[in-house]
């Protein structure tokens, strides 16, 4: 998904304003080198990413997404849940 240059200057705005004064907190499945894929035409993703990284720890977690755990096994469930309802209308 990309968003338009305007989502990304606000998203500079609100992060250049909070520069060196509050702490923020920013989660994304895509690396900061992947930036120009969500705002693709935005001249200021460099300038973000560096407010960004400016003094910060960027935690990288590995491994499978717990909501794409839960899907898979919401998903699962109701597979079963479908199956074992139509093991019943077959047997009538």
């Not at 993703?45 to 909501?67: F, K, Q, T």
Request: glycine share 2%; charged share 30%; proline share 1%.
């Amino acid at each position: 998904m990309s968003y338009s240059n305007r989502h990304a200057d606000l998203l500079f705005e609100l992060i250049s304003r909070r520069y060196q004064n509050k702490s923020t907190v920013v989660t994304t499945n895509k690396s900061f080198g992947q930036w120009h894929e969500v705002f693709p035409n935005a001249s200021c993703v460099v300038s973000l990413i560096d407010r960004l990284v400016h003094r910060c720890e960027v935690v990288a977690i590995e491994g499978e997404s717990y909501r794409l755990k839960e899907a898979k096994e919401r998903t699962a469930q109701k597979a079963a849940a479908r199956s074992t309802t139509a093991r019943k209308v077959s047997k009538k």
